[in-house]
Each structure stands twice: as C-alpha cells, then as structure tokens.
C-alpha cells in the first residue's frame, strides 16, 4: 500500500518535472505537436482506485500543471474530464472475469493492444479538451483538431517509449 | 427527502466530477478575462524557484553565443575608443568626428592552445579571410594574448606571450619607462620586463601596459602588474617580473588588433635615412 502510494508520487515527479523542465521548452514542428507526457502519471494510477480519489487526484495534478504553466484551470479541467472518461474506458476494457488483483495499466501487465487503445483514447479526450479550451474558441477548430491530434499521437508515443523504457517486469507468459 | 439523499449518494461520483469542472473551468474562465495577472504572480513566487533552478543549469548551453556577443562587442568598443584617443598631437586633444579608424578590433575564438610547452602557439578561428593577417597583434578581456605568426584563409597560428620568440615593448604606466617583455620565467602567469634601467624607482604593483612602438599592439594595452623587482649587481637593469593580467590558460574569446596605418608607418620608417 505504502509501496504503491510512493512509487505513484515518484513518478508523478518525475513526470511533473519532465514535463515542466524539458518537455515544455521543447517547440517541435512550431506548435503543432506539443507533447503532455505528465498525464502518462494519471494514466498509470492503480486500477481500483476509486473514481472520487481519481477526479481529486487529475484534478490536483492539472492545477500543478497549471501552477507552472500560469494557466489557471485549463490543465486542471482537462485532466477531469480524462479521469471521469478513464472510468469509462476501464469498464469497457474490462476482461470478461473482471480484473486482477495484480493488473495494472501498463504494457508488460496488460498487453500492447490494451494499452494503446486505453491511452491512445484517454489522450486524446485529454488534448482534445486542452487544446480547445487553450484557443477558448471553436472558431479555426480544424487546426485546434489537427494540433490536438498530432500532439496526442507524439504524447501516446513518448508513454510507450517511457513504459518500455522503465518496465522491469517480465512479460506475462 | 431521503430518496434525494440516497440519490445524491449514488451520484456522489458524477456530481464530484461535475463540481470539479465547473471549478476548473470558472477558474478558467475568470483568468481568461481579468484576473490572470493575479493567479501569475501568485504562481510564480511558488513556482519560481524551480526555473530558476532550471536557468541556472540551461543558462551555461546560452554562454557560448553570449560570449562570442560580448566579445563583438567589446572589439566595436575599443575600436570606437581607440580612434577618439590617438588622436591628441599638437598638445590638444582633437575630437575626430570623422571617426577615423587607427585601429581594427576583430574578434576571434582561439580554438587551440598551449601554455606549458617553451614555444607556445595558440590557434585562432578566422585567418585572411576575415583580416586577419601575420604581426597583427591579438589581445584578450584582460590583455595581450600574442601575435599572428602566420594566416590561412580560415585560419590563424598565433606566438603566445609565451613563447620565447615572443618580444614586445612595454612601458611602466605610472612612469612612462619602457623595456621589453621576454618570456623567460617558464611560469605561463608571468613574463619578464628587461632593459628598465636601476636608476628608474620601480615599485611592485605598478601597471604594465604595451608602448605599441613596433606596430603590433596598439599602445596602452594592459599586460600586467610588477610582482617583484630584485636586482643584480652585475646588471645595470632591474630584474621584474610582470604577473600578466590575461590568463593565458584559459584565453578563449580574443580580438585581433591590425593598425590601419602600418603600411604608412613602414614605408616611411623604411625609407627614412638611418643614423
């Protein structure tokens, strides 16, 4: 319990200071694609977390972010809004016997396909929301669209690579 | 009433989740209209001190190009003071409003060298392309570095100070006594001044800058301080030893020096009858 409590704040660090320190300075394709990694921490909080501490928990995660960024609420909401879908998509991806014990949101423990298709959607509400109510307009959406979309593929990417940059488990056989 | 209670307890989740957006969102709102410059300074007396932590580390990426800025910068300046200064013949001092140039100030990277050798040589990044040229005199932030020994068209071999080939003329500022400077003390933060006769009051401390009588420095160029004076009874000269102000050992950023009137100079001094 404690174990996963620490592990969990570690890397919400560590991604936190990622995002803010690095990733953040970075101008890839000038806007176009602008990487949020630190959701990757959202994304990998335990399983049967309860929705409740799951919304508290984006939402005080978002307001750091906003905090760094100076844009108050609008990492803050977004990441409540990707929280409350994430419950969604757990029921969905569900396994029929429901899930382990032991499973959790990663690559190794749930399977490639899973994960994408778990973190590929979630970002994409996520940026999607972000990127929109960045512009605070739907005037020009096709291009907040496209920026969204491309940012979330090279978010989605960057939470491979970390996941299997990271992983110490062995593959499930 | 009950039947509210329990219902609101079954959408404890969904109402939580609504009472978050709508904060998030009326804090989003309420910055983008007027109250950003708040929420910012606020923010940033937290979040300051992690970027500046972080421009402390990204800041040493930017000191190359800032460098290499400063240095253009200080060649434009000693160029625009040099051609004030030079020119107070005739007992006044003439204001030059035609800015005309005795001195070019060139900055260059020395890109090699070496300091602990008896014949030193440092390498500059510009060579006759951009100027520079043999017996251009090159000067450091804090004073001379050497001489350009020879010039390729991207490149310049440079006789440091230290080097037992390198000779100068230098004067005592306080006094106006000049000698030559040798580099035969085989320590690369000092070099010797020879030829200041004992009858001249030579103090450790004074300042030693060049006299520029052989065209390569322009005179008034800093080179160091005396650090001890002792004498030999059976040499009519001090024995001093100049601490330079340049660190030769980590002379980076330096300028080329050309005297624009070195040809007149030359030609006139050449075709001037000796004796």
Redesign the interface.
Known sequence: MIGTILNNLARFVVLILLQ??LLDHVDLANGWVVPYLYVLSLLMLPLEL???AA??L??GT?LVM???S?????H??AC??MM?GR?LMLRALAPREGYDQQDRATITRMGLAWFVTYAGVLILIHHLVLFF?EV?RFSGAPVTLARAMGSASATLLLCLLVQLLVSRQARPR | MRDLFRFLFRQ??NL??LL??G??????????MHQ?AE??ST??A??GE?YAL?NDVVAYTDLRVGNIALNEALARERERASSIVERHDSGAVRTDTLRHIRYRYRAAQAINSTTHKAKNYLTLDKGTLDGVDRNMGVIGANGIVGVVREASPHFASVISVLNEDHVASAQIRSTGHFGLLRWDTRDPRTVSLADIDKHVPVSVGDTVVTRGSEGVYPPGILVGVIESVTEDPGIPFHLIVVRLSEDLTRADHVQVVSDLMKAERDSLEASAPRE
Request: no cysteine; proline share 4%.
């Open positions: 803010t320190l309860p929705l409740w919304l508290f984006g939402f978002g906003d905090l760094f100076s844009t108050p609420g609008l803050a909401t409540t809004v409350y419950a109510l605070y | 404890r989740d939580l989740f978050l957006l904060l998030g969102l009326s804090m989003l709102i309420r910055g983008n950003r929420w910012v923010s940033n937290a979040i992690v972080r």
